[in-house]
């Protein structure tokens, strides 16, 4: 882990089981990043509750989304791990930062909008002030790229704007932190409404596709798959979302680009084309699956990983957070 790398943060919220979306728009990335980068990735399990969770679904969920990372390719030996909840910085940070966060802003958050509508009868502070424990999350370690699908990139913009009014105020506290969106498979939309993103807490199972889903169920979801009339195979997210949807998919497992798959599809119908985006999903989930299958079964292992990285965040976090506090006019 050499000195100079540059920072990277990114989390992801064991709030369901990891799809398809998750894995495409951000997971992959975060493997990627861990060569060039000196990476802190999260369990952002303090977030999830801002939608209620029954508790031994949520320890299961967590439990499984550790292994599941680590079977992606997560390496623990190149990357620090760790569960956002072990932390105590981030929801200490994440307080102050509350103070120099307007209402106004929060309420103008697209996620805060969809998520209010969704849980209408559960529309509860914590789902209003997610954003500013995101940005603590990010300006804890001083991060220098967040690698997010592009659906978080609202999210990116106000930490940016919180860092920069506590900068103002105070002096260089907080690193101003990039977004990063990777370039293929940035947006999955859901097999069923393809014009809204595929989403692990969707109600409508049928329009996700999870990681840990058996072929045979894959492969019947992506042929139950909304397309349209016109029996062609070609990208135009605008008339033709869920074929394009497809395709984008199709293109981040296999790396052909779109003119090669209008290509390869001219003339057939969609039934080949389904089955053979399905087909190609399944070959390139099979060698996480069976890691999963692993890990999961390594309690011990799994512990002694999160209880590493945990001490490491806490140690390094320590300092950013005991900076923002002396600015402010706390005393030791
Ligand atoms: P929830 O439904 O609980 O909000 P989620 O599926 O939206 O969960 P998060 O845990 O909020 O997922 O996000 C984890 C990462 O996956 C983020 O970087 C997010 O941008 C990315 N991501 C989520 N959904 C998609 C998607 N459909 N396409 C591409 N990237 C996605
Ligand atoms: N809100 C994020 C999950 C998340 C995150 C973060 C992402 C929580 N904290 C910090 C990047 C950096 C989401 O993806 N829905």
Redesign the pocket.
């Known amino acids: 882990m050499g000195e100079k790398k540059q920072i990277v943060l ?7 089981s ?5 894995y ?4 992959k990335n975060w493997v990627a990043m861990q060569e060039e980068y000196f990476c802190f990735y999260a369990l ?1 399990d303090l ?2 509750i801002t ?1 209620r969770q029954n508790p031994q679904e949520m320890r299961k969920n967590i439990l499984d989304m550790y292994a599941l990372l680590l079977a992606c390719g997560v390496d623990p030996d190149k990357s620090v791990f760790f569960i956002q909840s072990h932390v105590t910085t981030h929801a200490q940070l994440a307080w102050l930062l509350n103070c120099y966060t307007q209402f106004g802003e929060l309420s103008r958050m697209t ?1 805060f909008k969809d ?1 209010s509508k969704k849980h209408a009868d559960n529309i509860n502070a914590g789902l209003f002030t997610y954003p500013s424990l995101m940005a603590a999350d990010i300006l804890l370690y001083q991060a220098d790229k967040v ?6 990139m609202q999210h990116l913009e106000l930490t940016r704007n919180i860092a920069n009014r506590f900068n103002g105020l105070y002096g260089n506290v907080f690193k101003i932190p990039e977004g990063f969106v990777p370039k293929d ?6 097999l069923q409404t393809p014009t809204s ?6 109600t409508n199972i049928n329009g996700c596709v999870y990681v840990l889903d058996k072929p045979e169920v894959i492969i019947k979801k992506f042929k139950r798959a909304i397309t349209d009339n016109d029996a062609e195979v070609r990208f135009d997210i605008e008339n033709k979302p869920g074929i394009s949807n497809l395709m984008t998919i199709y293109s981040a497992v296999t790396g052909l680009n779109t003119e090669q798959i209008e290509k390869e599809f001219a003339g057939k119908g969609y039934g080949d084309f389904k089955a053979s985006v399905g087909e190609a999903v399944i070959e390139h989930l099979r060698p996480v699956q069976e890691k999963y299958q692993q890990i999961i079964k390594d309690r011990a292992y799994m512990e002694e990983t999160w209880k590493k990285a945990d001490a490491f965040a806490q140690n390094f976090s320590q300092r950013t957070l005991d900076k923002a506090m002396k600015k402010i006019g706390y005393i030791k």
Not at 147 to 152: I, R
Not at 185 to 190: L, P
Request: aromatic fraction near 0%; charged fraction near 15%; charge should be positive.
């Open positions: 990114s989390a992801i919220q064991p709030s369901g990891m799809t398809l979306g998750n495409l728009g951000a997971i952002a977030h999830t939608v996620q998520k690698p997010v699908g592009a659906d978080q498979g940035a947006r999955v939309m859901s993103k595929m989403s692990k807490s969707d």
